[in-house]
């Protein structure tokens, strides 16, 4: 079964420092990992995918990053519209159509 | 929002009743999934379909039955709604099988 698990559950931050997120998962082979930004109200609104271990996505303050057991998503100098929840998810190979989500981090920017 | 329109955004029905969800998509993406969302459980998949008359079963389908008879709709029924499925619903569309998900914004139903 594949499993996915997030942490910090909770985060809270100065405008400024910076710091990740972790998102670990277990599969049977990984197709790929995808980060999602979800706003209060709205649906999840898609960041990034990453296929390999090695490889590195940024936009902006947001750089993810993958290894063959966790990804992490650095957030550097980060300001209070960065606020958000923050949900990983992976597609395995046996499970191609689908994905598993974590159930997120939930980031506080303070000004 | 990636052309999903999910309807109605509210939802409040009695325990008993048969409540459908429908979520149109203007992109005609091949793909469409409903989850669930709930606090401490993240997003749970319960069903999609990979085309028109092609559906498949999620992790938590008991209770749920989904049609799409056209590519751009996909209904989501709870035939006999029941308080555990208070909860808000998400559409999901993507166009190939590597792609990422879009969401739409969700219904928020409550079963009294």
């Known amino acids: 079964e594949d499993q996915v698990t997030q942490s910090p559950e909770a985060l809270r931050l100065q405008e400024g420092e910076s710091s990740s997120l972790n998102c670990s998962y277990t599969?049977?082979?990984?197709?790929?990992l995808f980060w999602y930004r979800q706003d209060p109200g709205k649906g999840p609104e898609f960041l990034f995918t990453?296929?390999?271990a090695g490889e590195e996505k940024e936009k902006e303050r947001l750089k993810a990053t993958l290894t063959k057991k966790e990804s992490f998503l650095h957030i550097t100098a980060p300001k209070p519209e960065d606020s958000a929840t923050y949900l990983c998810?992976?597609?395995?190979?046996?499970?191609?159509?689908?994905?598993?989500f974590g159930s997120g981090t939930q980031l506080t920017v303070l000004p | 929002d990636a052309g999903i329109t999910q309807s109605p955004r509210h939802k409040v029905t009695e325990t008993g009743t048969p409540v459908t969800l429908r979520c149109h998509q203007t992109?005609?993406?091949?793909?469409m999934y409903w989850y669930r969302q709930d606090p401490g459980h993240g997003l749970r998949l319960i069903h999609y379909?990979?085309?028109?008359?092609?559906?498949d079963k999620g992790e938590v389908s008991d209770g749920y039955s989904v049609s799409r008879s056209k590519t751009e709709d996909f209904l989501l029924t709870l035939e006999s709604a029941t308080s555990s499925q208070t909860s808000v619903y998400f559409c999901?569309?993507?166009?190939?099988?590597?792609?990422?998900?879009?969401f739409g914004n969700g219904t928020r139903l409550t079963v009294t």
């Open positions: 998810a992976v597609q395995a190979e046996g499970s191609a159509r689908q994905l598993t």
């Open positions: 999901a569309i993507r166009d190939q099988i590597n792609s990422p998900l879009h």
């Open positions: 990453l296929y390999s």
């Open positions: 599969v049977s082979g990984l197709r790929g």
């Open positions: 992109e005609n993406h091949r793909y």
């Open positions: 379909s990979y085309g028109v008359k092609d559906t």
